[in-house]
Structure formats: structure tokens, C-alpha cells
């Protein structure tokens, strides 16, 4: 996979904490990415991701390894990307930190999909975005995702036990 490549070298040559990097082309996900107020603050989960995430626009499919260095550069200190009209990104230390990252990202874009279907949006206060975030740090910093892991060991061990092999 080229672009795959393209856009997991490009974060994993650059960041040392990028030893997991995961990118998903979800239908919710692509949505928002095609949104060109991108993500918005209308529900908790997307308040928590609020100051971590960073946006990248859309060059084609991701053939160019020249384009590793715009990803790079957009993507700064975030930990979360929206590639703009493509889909969604997140990066970790592992793979429970990333994991717990994009699934935060992901809900947040699935609720924004389902409230703008609906009627007017409510928009939090001023400063409610920032404020959530903060208090979402133990997500983003591995605390939540090493409570949630092991769970989610066992749940793929129920499952299916070969993904082990």
C-alpha cells in the first residue's frame, strides 16, 4: 500500500512518540473531513479532542513522498489529524494510546453527523471546548487507554483468539 506508506513513514520518521500510528476511512470520518468547518465542538467527545487534532489537505491519493513532509508539518504536536476529504488520523506511544485517541475522534465526527441532521446546533459556551479538553488529558496521555486495553484483549480473545497468532 503506497499511500499507506507514504502517510505512516511520513509521522513515524518524524515523531518518536508516533509508534502507533492508525488512519481510517470511516464513513462518519470521511464526512467531517469533507466538512470545511471541519470538526466542531457539539459534543463531549469532540470537546476532549479539542487543541489536539490538525488538519491536512487533500493532495490526491497520497502517492508523492514529497507530501511526508507537509503531513509533518500540519500535523505539528497533535496528536489527532482530519486529511481533509480523505479521513482521519491518530498517533501513540502504542497501540492502546492511539487506539483510545482515534476512538474519540471517531465518535466525535460520528455525533457531529447525527446532529447535523437534525435541528438547529447547540454550541457549548465560550471556553467549554478548551476546559473539556483539559480534563480529557488522562485519555490522551495512556491512562485511559490502559484501563480500556485489557478489555479489549479479552473481548478480541472471545472473539476470534487467533489474532494472536
Known sequence: NPAGFT??????MAREDAQCVIHLHTDDGV????????????SQH?????????YHDYEGVAL?????????????????????????????????????????????CSFQI???????????PQGTPDLSSSQGDSIFNGLAGALAWPGLMRK????????RD
Request: charged fraction near 20%.
Open 7 to 12: 502517510i505512516h513513514s511520513a509521522l513515524h
Open 46 to 54: 469532540a470537546m476532549i479532542c479539542w487543541n489536539r487534532f490538525a
Open 31 to 42: 464526512a467531517v473531513s469533507a466538512q470545511k468547518e471541519g470538526l466542531l465542538p457539539l
Open 114 to 124: 447525527r446532529a447535523m441532521s437534525g435541528g438547529t446546533l447547540n454550541t457549548p
Open 156 to 163: 478480541l480473545d472471545k472473539i476470534d483468539p487467533s489474532f
Open 64 to 108: 508523492n513522498l514529497d507530501e511526508r513532509e507537509r503531513i509533518v508539518a500540519d500535523m505539528g504536536d497533535k496528536q489527532l489529524m482530519i486529511l481533509r476529504n480523505h479521513g482521519t488520523l491518530a498517533i501513540g506511544r502504542d497501540c492502546q494510546t492511539a487506539y483510545q485517541a482515534i476512538f474519540y475522534l471517531e465518535r466525535a
